[in-house]
């Protein structure tokens, strides 16, 4: 069955970076787009980011552009979310996203200091 387990979590001081991991089994990784999306408690889902299967395009949030990088290695079925400048906004948990039925676990950013 299809799995999507994130790390790479964890708390930053603003102005930091962390890099999250997204392993992927289950599924023909190269064949889909992939996200990243966060979530913070009582709110709802927020798209943060997306990649094309083939890595050849790129999209993010306006409140993420120019700071978060997402990336993909499809022959280690792996996605990647590069996040730098954080800031304590960027806290939430943050999800990989296959569709809109399919994500991972998540695994907790939060930007304090």
């Known amino acids: 069955q299809v799995q999507l387990v994130e790390s790479g979590g964890g708390l930053a001081q603003p102005g930091g970076s962390l890099r999250l991991s997204c392993a992927a089994s289950g599924f023909t990784f190269s064949s889909y787009a992939m996200s990243w999306a966060r979530q913070v408690p009582g709110k709802g889902l927020e798209w943060v980011s997306g990649?094309?299967?083939?890595?050849?395009?790129?999209y993010y949030a306006d409140s993420v552009k120019g700071r978060f990088t997402i990336s993909r290695d499809n022959a280690q079925n792996t996605l990647y979310l590069q996040m730098d400048s954080l800031k304590p906004e960027d806290t939430a948990l943050y999800y990989c996203?296959?569709?809109?039925?399919?994500r991972g676990q998540g695994t907790q950013v939060t930007v304090s200091s």
């Open positions: 990649i094309f299967s083939d890595g050849s395009d790129t």
């Open positions: 996203v296959k569709d809109k039925h399919t």
